[in-house]
């Protein structure tokens, strides 16, 4: 009988089998016996736990503690011409990135000097015959052209002389345009390139009552024009009154202000007593050059009153 596979009830039990008085001290016996195995049991079952994780604390040791196998370098080699740039064939390859840098450096470097070369060349030679024919066969197709519309004038400055500036005109809205190097400044076209121009303006001319001439002094002045028209031989110098509408343009090689053309109209009695309505409308071809400024000038500003008809425009042709 295997004494050491009791549990506790067949100990309990046992004294019932075999009789009490022989079995007390039986049962103690088999009883410490059996609590000896289990602590043996306990023991060794502890020990091989410890072992194990000695075991293993010992191989991470030794893994943490390994020198690491050397790695090998990965590159990637660059060829390049190399930095004489001598020959299309002569290559150079390295294994470095900056090989790369130093080659872009001087290839940068170079293309800027050709750059300040050919800009030096232009700047003293003019534009080359490749340039000049590229620009004459797309002459056809881009022509610089501008339109501007009109705009409520600021009063007149005290400096104005008779003729006065139309300083101020729409550039955004829908019927202007400034095309192909054509520049607004301060009410003037600045036209980028030399050649022939189309000029043209229209002036939509409104004259209240107050500043209407009385019949009295319109006639008196008919009567002078007329006479001034029969002797202009002998009065050269004296002008007719009336409403004038001009473009001029500032001559960039020389300074000066030049009339293009011009328009007078001369000042009538209203019909209805309270205003007088007149339309001038201005066109030329003119030569003008790169830098030009062209403008508008009218004798009485306050006559664009309702200045949502007029424009003004300069085109290539």
């Known amino acids: 009988m295997n004494f050491a596979d009791w549990n506790d009830a067949n100990f309990n039990n046992f004294p019932q089998q075999i009789g009490s008085a022989q079995s007390q001290s039986v049962v103690d016996h088999l009883y410490r016996a059996r609590q000896v195995k289990m602590t043996a049991v306990q023991f060794m079952t502890g020990g091989?736990?410890?072992?194990?994780?000695?075991v293993l604390v010992t191989v991470l040791a030794l893994l943490y503690t390994m020198p690491k196998p050397p790695q090998q370098q990965i590159c990637d080699r660059l060829c390049l011409p190399s930095s004489s740039f001598s020959q299309v064939a002569d290559f150079q390859c390295e294994c470095s990135s900056d090989h790369l840098q130093e080659y872009l450096?001087?290839?940068?470097?170079k293309a800027d000097k050709r750059l300040k070369e050919r800009d030096m060349q232009i700047s003293t030679q003019g534009p080359s015959p490749q340039l000049m024919g590229l620009l004459r066969s797309l002459r056809w197709n881009i022509k610089p052209s501008a339109r501007v519309t009109g705009k409520k004038q600021p009063p007149?400055?005290?400096y104005d002389s008779e003729m006065i500036p139309v300083r101020e005109w729409h550039q955004k809205d829908?019927?202007?345009?400034?095309?192909y190097g054509m520049?607004?400044?301060h009410g003037r076209l600045v036209v980028p390139v030399k050649g022939s121009y189309f000029i043209h303006s229209f002036l939509d001319l409104y004259e209240t009552?107050?500043?209407t001439t009385s019949t009295v002094e319109l006639s008196r002045r008919k009567r002078q024009t007329e006479f001034l028209l029969e002797n202009r031989s002998a009065n050269h110098d004296q002008k007719p009154t009336g409403i004038?509408?001009?473009i001029y343009r500032f001559n960039i090689l020389n300074g000066t202000e030049e009339e293009l053309i011009r328009s007078e109209h001369p000042r009538e009695v209203s019909q209805n007593g309270h205003f007088n309505v007149y339309d001038s409308y201005l066109a030329a071809v003119v030569?003008?050059?790169?830098?030009?400024e062209v403008y508008v000038k009218i004798s009485d500003i306050e006559l664009l009153a309702h200045p949502n008809s007029n424009y003004f425009g300069v085109s290539m042709i």
């Open 48 to 54: 091989v736990l410890m072992m194990t994780v000695a």
């Open 105 to 109: 450096d001087q290839a940068i470097k």
């Open 156 to 158: 007149p400055r005290a």
């Open 174 to 179: 829908e019927r202007a345009f400034l095309r």
């Open 183 to 185: 520049e607004y400044r």
């Open 209 to 211: 009552s107050k500043n």
């Open 244 to 246: 004038k509408h001009a």
């Open 287 to 292: 030569s003008l050059n790169p830098g030009d």
